[in-house]
C-alpha cells in the first residue's frame, strides 16, 4: 500500500472531469474529499498494474464465494496472484458486501 503524503508535499496536476462525474466523485467520498478518493483510486489502480499490489483482504473478510470464470486478466483480492481471462476462479463476497475476485485455492490458505 502507498504511504499517505502531506499536501505540501504534493505536485499540483490539473483533471478535467464532467460534472456529473465530479459530483458522484463528492457523494462517494463523503468526509475524505473528492481529491483524496481520485488519489486512492489513482494509486490501486498502478499498484494491480505494476505488480506492486499487496492484498487489503484476509480469508476472514470473505463470507462466501461463487465459482466463476474470469472475463478479463484479475489479481486475485487474497493472495495478489494473477487470474488470466477464461481461467476458473471465484467471486468472494466480503463482510462489507463488496464482490472482490478469488484464485482457486486462495481460502484455503
Known amino acids: ?8 508535499n504534493m505536485e499540483v496536476t ?4 464532467e460534472r456529473e462525474l ?3 466523485l463528492k457523494d462517494l467520498a ?3 474529499g473528492y481529491q483524496a478518493l ?8 498502478v499498484q494491480q498494474k505494476s505488480g506492486d ?12 464465494s461463487v465459482a466463476a470464470t474470469a472475463q478479463h486478466d484479475e489479481r486475485c483480492a487474497l493472495t495478489g496472484k494473477v487470474i488470466r481471462s477464461q481461467e476458473p ?4 463476497f466480503t463482510t462489507d458486501g463488496v464482490m ?7 481460502l484455503s490458505r
Request: glycine share 6%; proline share 4%.
Open 1 to 8: 500500500m502507498y504511504t499517505l503524503t502531506r499536501t505540501t
Open 14 to 17: 490539473s483533471i478535467r472531469l
Open 22 to 24: 465530479k459530483e458522484k
Open 30 to 32: 463523503g468526509n475524505q
Open 38 to 45: 481520485i488519489r486512492d483510486v489513482l494509486w490501486h489502480y
Open 53 to 64: 499490489y499487496q492484498p487489503e483482504f484476509s480469508v476472514k473478510d470473505i463470507r462466501a
Open 89 to 92: 476462479m471465484l467471486l468472494g
Open 100 to 106: 472482490v475476485p478469488l484464485s482457486i485455492g486462495s
